[in-house]
């Protein structure tokens, strides 16, 4: 297969308890593609009982035609699962996904088909720009360092540092089939799926460009709250399981980066009592990974923030 055949691109968003505002601009920014041979699937999760979920239909239904379909599950399933559910329905050789607050910008599918294409991959991500309720880029993901490209050496590089971003995914259809989904866990499960994607042996590829827009707020939402407590908790007692095959470095890396993400989701609850005693856990567990990391985050977001 060429880039010149353009393959058929299944975008699956998944949606809970979302207003018509965020869902519209995720939807727009999927119809605004460059790449034309793509289909939509919004799977809406939210409960039955939602009181805008009757907006969201009528939103959907006016923007509806072959190829943007919409369906609302009868009980709320979850994340996970009404991925899954966009995956069994998917008629695309390829497929990626979209939140129902995020957007893409305009040449994403056409650049990621084009990557695939190249270089024969199963599975590819890219960079992604995080954006605050205030509209300033709190974060920016991007994964320049990394050494190599085969299984042993991502499998290393993604307990440390997260190969995340489910925007930024696309797969092989097939080969997502055949790896089984996505696992289901309330939070954590883009993480889930690219540990699986490397230990089942597919070939990933990394492009680095950035046309994914993040957004982080309080509204609505596949997962948040306490949840995100509980996942990351999960987490990092499910990575200690795979300590005997890392470096002491490597440990102590991963034990810092959990503290490190236990501050923010500590604040984010106002649980502002345990914000400190988790960010001294931070400190302790690698206090050289504590300032390099914190300092070239800060420079990070401050880099792009600029540009």
Same mark, same amino acid.
């Given at each position: ?64 035609? +072959?190829?943007?379909?919409?369906? $609302?599950?009868?009980?709320? @399933?979850?994340? /996970?699962?009404? #991925?899954?559910?966009? !995956? ?94 996505? +696992?289901?866990?309330?939070?954590? $499960?883009?993480?889930?799926? @690219?540990?699986? /994607?490397?230990? #089942?042996?597919?070939? !990933? ?103």
């Amino acid at each position: 297969m060429t880039v010149s055949e353009k393959p058929l691109v299944s975008v699956i968003i998944p949606t809970y308890k979302r207003t018509v505002e965020y869902l519209s601009r995720a939807v727009q920014s999927v119809l605004a593609q460059t790449y034309e041979n793509f289909e939509l699937i919004v799977i809406d999760d939210s409960p039955a009982d939602y009181e805008k979920r009757g907006e969201i239909a009528d939103y959907m239904a006016a923007v509806a035609s +072959e190829t943007v379909r919409y369906y $609302q599950n009868e009980k709320n @399933m979850g994340g /996970s699962l009404a #991925r899954n559910r966009g !995956i069994e329905l998917a008629k695309g050789e390829f497929i990626s996904f979209l939140d129902d607050d995020d957007e893409y910008k305009p040449e994403k599918l056409e650049k990621q088909v084009r990557f695939m294409l190249e270089g024969d991959y199963d599975l590819s991500f890219s960079n992604l720009i995080m954006y605050g309720a205030s509209g300033a880029v709190v974060d920016y993901r991007e994964y320049t360092d990394i050494p190599a490209f085969d299984n042993e050496t991502l499998l290393h590089y993604h307990l440390t540092r997260h190969m995340t971003g489910t925007p930024t995914f696309m797969f092989k259809a097939d080969k997502l089939r055949e790896i089984g989904g996505f +696992e289901d866990a309330k939070m954590g $499960q883009e993480f889930y799926l @690219m540990l699986k /994607s490397i230990e #089942r042996g597919l070939k !990933i590829g990394y492009l680095p460009d950035c046309d994914v827009k993040v957004y982080k707020h309080a509204e609505g939402g596949i997962t948040q709250g306490k949840n995100k407590i509980d996942g990351e908790n999960r987490l990092y007692e499910f990575k200690k399981q795979y300590f005997p095959r890392l470096t002491k470095k490597e440990i102590r890396f991963i034990n810092f980066r959990h503290w490190a993400v236990m501050v923010v989701a500590y604040k984010r609850n106002h649980m502002f009592l345990q914000m400190p005693i988790a960010g001294v856990k931070a400190f302790f567990a690698s206090p050289g990974d504590f300032f390099s990391q914190v300092g070239g985050f800060v420079g990070k977001v401050f880099r792009n923030r600029k540009g």
